[in-house]
């Protein structure tokens, strides 16, 4: 199937600093990438719908100056978490459907710890 | 709105037996897709199978099937003869479409989850 990348898949900053975390389809190009957050035995949450060549769009209750996400080609889209702090820890986890294909394909996910 | 349910938090079941995951689904658009994904304790999600709105067959992929009851919203998982490996989180979804700014894309919804431990 296809594949999507995530990297880091952990990452360790101190709080105040800014981390960012890269999502990149390996075999397909995908106009619009989607950025989840997944607190320990619970679903995931959509934060933000990524699109390629325009502005993310954000949902409800998240904010997009904090979680920046940029969507420079078909292949990359980039979450950028601003000024870390301990209760952004969680794991991350982008996804990404090939074009003209019915299949959300996920990436390894990413476990960031703010300390 | 449109939401997913999955009512089983943990499931059990003997290796080498089938074991129904249950999913039902709530939504007024007649286009979607229903997704089942496996998240193993590493935390990646593993696609198993997917179900059109407007398949007429049930899906199957391998030891994983799919039983779609448009009727009653429902859209269970069945896999059969399990394997410890399949010990791990299961996440039912539904994509629908949303339209935004002219552009349309397909957006998930995920049920809450179920945790499928295999015994030996």
């Known amino acids: 199937g296809a594949v999507v990348s995530q990297h880091p898949s952990w990452v360790i900053c101190k709080s105040g600093t800014s981390v960012k975390i890269e999502c990149r389809s390996l075999?397909?190009?995908?106009?619009?990438m989607f950025w989840y957050r997944q607190f320990p035995k619970q679903s995931l949450m959509l934060m933000a719908t990524?699109?390629?060549?325009?502005?993310?769009?954000?949902e409800q209750g998240v904010e997009k100056d904090k979680f920046l996400i940029n969507h420079a080609s078909l292949t990359l889209s980039t979450l950028t978490v601003t000024s870390a702090h301990p209760e952004d820890s969680s794991f991350y986890i982008c996804s990404a459907r090939p074009l003209g294909g019915n299949t959300i394909y996920f990436g390894e996910g990413s476990w960031l710890t703010v300390v | 709105a449109q939401k997913i349910t999955q009512t089983q938090p943990g499931m059990f079941v003997q290796e080498k037996e089938a074991v129904t995951l249950d999913c039902t689904y709530d939504t007024s658009d007649p286009s979607y897709g229903l997704f089942w994904y496996k998240q193993p304790s590493s935390g990646e999600m593993i696609f198993l199978i997917y179900q059109g709105s407007y398949d007429q067959q049930n899906a199957t992929e391998g030891r994983y099937s799919l039983n779609f009851q448009k009727a009653r919203k429902s859209a269970n998982l069945v896999i059969s003869a399990s394997q410890l490996g399949d010990s791990a989180m299961y996440f039912c979804?539904?994509?629908?479409?949303?339209?935004?700014?002219?552009?349309?894309?397909?957006?998930?919804?995920f049920g809450q989850g179920t945790i499928l431990t295999v015994h030996p």
């Open positions: 075999d397909f190009q995908a106009t619009t």
């Open positions: 979804a539904m994509r629908f479409m949303i339209n935004a700014g002219g552009t349309s894309y397909g957006k998930l919804t």
């Open positions: 990524s699109n390629e060549g325009s502005k993310a769009t954000y």
